[in-house]
């Protein structure tokens, strides 16, 4: 009986010694993958007025003037992974304006993503935000203005008299 009880604790320690090696990977991958999928990084970012001919920004900055029909967002990427979904979301003081949602081809690259209204008339003078998410991370945002027009007057300065 002694040899049997020697045989069932042996094989009672085998098994418990595989489970905690199989718990050590399931937890070893998990973790590398959430990793990996936090990795997306921006390394370069620009507000502009529009790109060149060669894809580099022009009119750079975070106030735009008044009239401007358009707003580029450009950015560098890397560590991204191939089918990682990356989301650009436009807001107008703090109100969801616009949508976009790309998935990625390389690890690397540039993109550029345009504000443009639909019209093509002027875009609405006000605080701007956008964000950048990768994956259902947020991962950037970035803030800039479009001015009002000279004879707009903001409506925060505007009396009214009963």
């Not at 050590?24 to 001919?53: M, P, Y």
């Not at 993503?113 to 991370?137: Q, T």
Request: aromatic residues 10%; hydrophobic residues 40%; charged residues 25%.
């Amino acid at each position: 009986m002694d040899g049997k009880k020697r045989r069932h604790s042996g094989y009672l320690i085998l098994v418990g010694l595989l489970v905690l090696i199989l718990m050590a990977g399931i937890s070893w991958t998990s973790r590398s993958n959430n990793i990996i999928a936090g990795s997306f990084t921006i390394d370069e970012i620009q507000i502009c007025e529009e790109l060149d001919e060669e894809m580099k920004p022009v009119g750079i900055g975070r106030n735009m003037p008044a009239g401007s029909q358009q707003v580029c967002l450009w950015f560098v990427y890397s560590r991204g992974r191939r089918g990682d979904s990356v989301d650009i979301t436009w807001f107008l003081n703090e109100r969801m304006i616009q949508g976009e949602t790309l998935r990625l081809a390389e690890a690397h690259g540039t993109r550029a993503f345009y504000l443009i209204k639909e019209d093509a008339s002027p875009l609405d003078a006000g605080f701007y935000s956008v964000f950048i998410s990768c994956n259902g991370r947020e991962k950037w945002m970035e803030n800039f203005t479009v001015d009002a027009a000279s004879g707009d007057v903001p409506m925060e300065n505007v009396v009214i008299w009963d």
